[in-house]
């Protein structure tokens, strides 16, 4: 990985190290109490976060507490936002309060459930994943609605991002992605499959560009093809879905 964004989310965390005694020493950044590291892991494409406490003999073994996908489609924009959130995971770690009052503190990200089911929470980390730069805007997004309304979110902030990318139509990004929304079409359950349809079907509503470009990208699934493209006159036809989807 060309690795030019380091520097961008090493920036982002300086203000915290320097609010809370921290020097950097070889790549470590430590404190009276604590050590802290971050890496980027070219194997798993992910920024990794790592801390320790530190012994009163100085001694210390980093372990992992935070990571975040991140490959060559990533801008430094989205570099920021793994710093902002490595310095959440920080704060915790340390015990420090937030300066100012933020309504998404105790907001958790989704997870992938436990029994190993696709579901909509399994799909939703994975496009969290994808565009790391989402996961504010869920946080934001609980926040003010108290709940996860998906398809209002996914048509908000995720549709454009697919559509963007199909328009792009850079070979690498199209293949990460539909990679990703491929996986949850195989293996995800009833309602999953149906919002991947929908999302993807929305993103190419409209634009004759955009789906060409995903008919080519999914060549090799008709049927995931043949979904998308029977749903499209759906999306852009019924009112509920064409107001939730199509912003």
């Not at 995800?188 to 470009?213: E, R, W």
Request: aromatic share 10%; with cysteine.
């Amino acid at each position: 990985m060309d690795n030019r964004y380091f520097d961008k989310l090493i920036a982002e965390m300086q203000p915290f190290f320097n609010e809370n005694g921290f020097k950097e020493v070889d790549g470590i950044y430590k404190n009276d109490k604590k050590a802290v590291a971050i890496e980027y892991n070219d194997d798993r494409q992910m920024y990794v976060l790592k801390t320790a406490d530190i012994g009163e003999d100085g001694n210390f073994e980093l372990s992992e507490v935070n990571a975040w996908l991140f490959d060559d489609s990533q801008t430094a924009k989205d570099a920021c936002a793994v710093g902002i959130d490595f310095v959440s995971t920080l704060r915790s770690e340390l015990g420090i309060k937030r300066t100012r009052s933020t309504v998404t503190a105790n907001i958790d990200l989704p997870t992938a459930s436990k029994d190993g089911s696709y579901n909509i929470a399994a799909f939703t980390k994975k496009m969290l994943d994808v565009f790391p730069s989402l996961k504010e805007e869920y946080k934001a997004h609980v926040a003010h609605y108290g709940n996860f309304l998906y398809l209002n979110f996914f048509g908000e902030k995720l549709v454009p991002q697919i559509k963007a990318i199909l328009l792009e139509n850079n070979k690498k990004s199209v293949k990460k992605l539909f990679d990703v929304l491929e996986n949850g079409y195989l293996q995800g359950d009833h309602d999953t499959v149906n919002v991947i349809v929908a999302i993807v079907a929305a993103a190419c509503a409209n634009d004759d560009t955009a789906k060409s470009n995903m008919i080519a990208a999914m060549d090799n699934n008709k049927h995931f093809v043949d979904s998308v493209t029977k749903f499209i006159p759906v999306v852009s036809s019924n009112k509920k879905l064409r107001s939730a989807l199509l912003k």
